[in-house]
Nanobody
Framework: QVQLVESGGGQVQTGGSLTLTCAGSGFHLPYYRIGWFRQAPGKERAAVGCIDGDGRSYRGVPVYSDAAESRFTISKDYTDNTVRLQMNALKPEDTAVYYC?????????????????????WGQGTQVTVAS
């Protein structure tokens, strides 16, 4: 069964850091485009960034939305079938439920999408709260 599970959320102070992990089961996660998204209360789900599913690129090439502001880093790990979102210099406005999602195409090559509509399978989300 294809499943994504996010972990690593929690509460931190402004300026703190968190690393979220998206673990895949039932499929080879690093070979799919994986997106990270977040949804704050009363707001639409928005992209944070994504990473390609190109099997020729061991590290992958991430793409970030403006919201990441060079504070976030996305990476993938073939050894434990995960994609991680490292977040530094966190701000109260980063408070949201964070989701990872995969698209349909295996080993699609370079590039990824920072659009909700491009992803078909989602995790349950993990809460990130940044206290001021």
């Amino acid at each position: 069964q294809v499943q994504l599970v996010e972990s690593g959320g929690g509460q931190v102070q402004t300026g703190g850091s968190l690393t979220l992990t998206c673990a895949g089961s039932g499929f080879h996660l690093p070979y799919y485009r994986i997106g990270w998204f977040r949804q704050a209360p009363g707001k639409e789900r928005a992209a944070v960034g994504c990473i390609d599913g190109d099997g020729r690129s061991y590290r992958g090439v991430p793409v970030y939305s403006d919201a990441a502001e060079s504070r976030f880093t996305i990476s993938k790990d073939y050894t434990d079938n995960t994609v991680r979102l490292q977040m530094n210099a966190l701000k109260p406005e980063d408070t949201a439920v964070y989701y990872c999602a995969k698209d349909l195409v295996f080993n699609a090559g370079p590039g990824c999408y920072v659009k909700v509509q491009k992803y078909d399978r989602w995790g349950q989300g993990t809460q990130v709260t940044v206290a001021s």
